[in-house]
C-alpha cells in the first residue's frame, strides 16, 4: 500500500518558518517527480513545487526564494522548507507522488496535478498577520 504522510505544518506568525515533511511508503522517491500543492477553501488546489528524480526542483512565482525543497532518499522523506511567511500561504499542504521515472512538469502547468498518482492527506499551514 502506498502511503504520503505530510506532517509539520502549523500556525505561525508572518516572517516565521516552518518545515513541512512528507514521508512515503510503498514508493521509492528517489524515482518519481514529487510535488508539493497546497490549496485554500474555496479555491482549486495549486502547485507550489515539482521535484524530478534528479533532485532539480521547479518553483511556483509565489514559493521562489522563499521556499526550498529537498529530499532525503534514505528516508524516503521530502521536505519543504517555508521562510518568510505570509498570511497569503495559509493553506492546506500535500505532497504528491508521480508513476516511476514520469516526467515532470512545472508546478503551474494547468495539467500538473494529472501527472501525479499518488497523495497525501495533508498537513495545514496558518499564517497570522
Known amino acids: 500500500e502506498v502511503q504520503l504522510v505530510e506532517s509539520g505544518g502549523g500556525s505561525v506568525q508572518a516572517g516565521g518558518s516552518l518545515r513541512l515533511s512528507c514521508t512515503a511508503s510503498?514508493?521509492?522517491?528517489?524515482?518519481?517527480?514529487m510535488g508539493w500543492f497546497r490549496q485554500i477553501p474555496g479555491k482549486e488546489r495549486e502547485g507550489v513545487s515539482t521535484?524530478?528524480?534528479?533532485?532539480?526542483?521547479n518553483y511556483a512565482d509565489s514559493a521562489k526564494g522563499r521556499f526550498t525543497v529537498s529530499k532525503d532518499n534514505a528516508k524516503n522523506t521530502l521536505y519543504l522548507q517555508m521562510n518568510s511567511l505570509k498570511p497569503e500561504d495559509t493553506a492546506m499542504y500535500y505532497c504528491?507522488?508521480?508513476?516511476?521515472?514520469?516526467?515532470?512538469?512545472?508546478?503551474?502547468?494547468?495539467?500538473?496535478?494529472?501527472?501525479?498518482?499518488?497523495w497525501g492527506q495533508g498537513t495545514q499551514v496558518t499564517v497570522s498577520s
Open positions: 510503498g514508493v521509492t522517491i528517489s524515482s518519481r517527480c
Open positions: 504528491a507522488a508521480s508513476p516511476r521515472f514520469a516526467r515532470c512538469p512545472r508546478p503551474t502547468l494547468p495539467s500538473v496535478e494529472a501527472t501525479f498518482r499518488y
Open positions: 521535484t524530478d528524480n534528479n533532485g532539480s526542483t
